[in-house]
């Protein structure tokens, strides 16, 4: 009899420990694979579209630098927990408000993306699993992400599907809707795996449909239906991971 009062006992505090929900427990077991705490310290460089990206993120404190080169001279950009900062030949410049707000929703944008799904337990982020799906022939975890307007940044009202593999854990498609520069949803594939240093960053083809409009959570039917036009590809060129 004291052996089962201490069994229930011990049962009910494991309980008690552990108040996740059901999508936050995938989404914890979704980072352990592509990494996990590896990501909080590790400094991540890669090429994307002509631009050079520097990427480091940790619970207390984040920097994101791109480098690139135009008609002006070198740029830098800087985005860190001070702001944003842009230099041209290693000069700082100022930058008016509209178009800072413009670099840094870019810079932002690649780094989130870069690092998935690290960032999912942000805390102005809301996840919720709204049920379980087949594609292409492997099972998924279908989970729902939005933002609190309070930390949720300039696109707090974005909102995104991930499809997460019931075997490996991995990210293999995403989806998400969106309401800068007019708006839109779009839908990821993952097609190529970088398993470096200890985290797995991806490659994805990058689909639209014909009415961007619709609901993302029709964004899973178009694409079995054949119905998602490829409209690019979100390649990261010489990884490297310190």
């Not at 996990?36 to 920097?63: L, T, V, W």
């Not at 309401?179 to 990058?206: M, P, S």
Request: with cysteine.
């Amino acid at each position: 009899m004291k052996n089962t009062f201490l069994y229930i006992l011990f049962v009910f505090i494991l309980i008690s420990c552990d108040q996740r929900s059901e999508a936050e427990k995938i989404v914890d077991q979704s980072i352990l694979a592509h990494g996990g705490s590896k990501f909080e310290s590790a400094k991540i460089s890669f090429d994307f579209r002509n631009r050079a990206y520097q990427i480091f993120k940790s619970p207390a404190a984040f920097e994101y630098i791109r480098a690139f080169s135009d008609s002006i001279g070198e740029v830098k950009d800087v985005l860190n927990n001070a702001g944003f900062t842009r230099f041209v030949n290693d000069e700082k410049v100022e930058v008016e408000e509209k178009r800072e707000k413009a670099f840094t929703n870019s810079v932002n944008s690649v780094a989130y993306f870069a690092y998935l799904p690290y960032g999912l337990n942000d805390p102005a982020v809301f996840k919720n699993l709204v049920g379980e799906t087949e594609m292409d022939g492997n099972k998924y975890h279908v989970i729902k992400v939005t933002f609190s307007e309070e930390g949720g940044g300039e696109d707090f009202d974005d909102e995104f599907l991930y499809w997460i593999n019931q075997e490996t854990f991995l990210v293999d498609y995403l989806a998400y809707s969106y309401h800068t520069d007019g708006g839109g949803v779009r839908f990821r594939k993952a097609i190529k795996k970088h398993e470096i240093g200890g985290l797995i960053l991806q490659d994805y083809e990058n689909y639209k449909p014909a009415d961007e409009t619709v609901p993302v959570e029709e964004m899973e039917a178009l694409y079995k239906a054949g119905k998602l036009e490829l409209l690019s590809e979100i390649l990261l060129e010489n990884v490297v991971v310190e």
